[in-house]
T-cell receptor, first 117, second 113 residues
Framework: AQTVTQSQPEMSVQEAETVTLSCTYD???????LFWYKQPPSRQMILVIR??????QNATENRFSVNFQKAAKSFSLKISDSQLGDAAMYFC??????????????FGTGTRLKVLA | DGGITQSPKYLFRKEGQNVTLSCEQN?????MYWYRQDPGQGLRLIYY???????QKGDIAEGYSVSREKKESFPLTVTSAQKNPTAFYLC????????????FGPGTRLLVL
């Protein structure tokens, strides 16, 4: 069975600095998708970034980028120029590829990010 | 605007009572999901449905039931068999394309009186 692990329950970053959130996963499959979601105090889940396992290039979305290490099964999120609005819970998620016939997602336990002014 | 709505925002359940949480989407998505969120445990999958009139148990289905009679709707019933129902419940949906992400509703907070 696939698992997703976020080993940092809480992280802090100074405003305008850079922070990296860690995520590791366990799978025997080669085709899958990885996601980072943000959950602010409103509790609305928002997609931050997505990575396809077959792509070697790391995904980027403005100030957000990932370091995808497929062999190490690692998928970290880097937030550059941190802003107060980045303060939230961040969840890493895994989804199996198209051949699996299932749309099931697996989530990590989350990392709470605090941004210090 | 397209999106997912959940109601009510807060729900109170008495002992021995069944309650139903509503989830509606107008995104024309085939797949819908119910998650339970507890502090320190992330999101745990209760049930999911990939197509109308079909659904599968997730990791913590005991004490819950669902139906999928319409593409737009996926209600969740928390039965009296669920002994610890106090939690935040999130509904999500996605297309049938594997690369597509899930979109989430605003959630329902269930409290036991």
């Amino acid at each position: 069975a696939q698992t997703v692990t976020q080993s940092q329950p809480e992280m802090s970053v100074q405003e305008a600095e850079t922070v990296t959130l860690s995520c590791t996963y366990d799978t025997s499959e080669s085709d899958y998708y990885l996601f980072w979601y943000k959950q602010p105090p409103s509790r609305q889940m928002i997609l931050v970034i997505r990575q396809e396992a077959y792509k070697q290039q790391n995904a980027t979305e403005n100030r957000f980028s990932v370091n995808f290490q497929k062999a190490a099964k690692s998928f970290s999120l880097k937030i550059s120029d941190s802003q107060l609005g980045d303060a939230a819970m961040y969840f890493c998620a895994y989804r199996r590829g198209s051949y699996s016939g299932t749309y099931k997602y697996i989530f990590g336990t989350g990392t709470r990010l605090k941004v210090l002014a | 605007d397209g999106g997912i709505t959940q109601s009510p925002k807060y729900l109170f359940r008495k002992e021995g009572q069944n309650v139903t949480l509503s989830c509606e989407q107008n995104l024309n998505h085939d797949a819908m999901y119910w998650y339970r969120q507890d502090p320190g445990q992330g999101l745990r999958l209760i049930y999911y449905s990939q197509i109308v009139n079909d659904f599968q148990k997730g990791d913590i289905a005991e004490g819950y039931s669902v139906s999928r009679e319409k593409k737009e709707s996926f209600p969740l019933t928390v039965t009296s068999a669920q002994k610890n129902p106090t939690a935040f419940y999130l509904c999500a949906s996605s297309t049938d394309r594997v690369q597509e992400t899930q979109y989430f509703g605003p959630g329902t907070r269930l409290l036991v009186l």
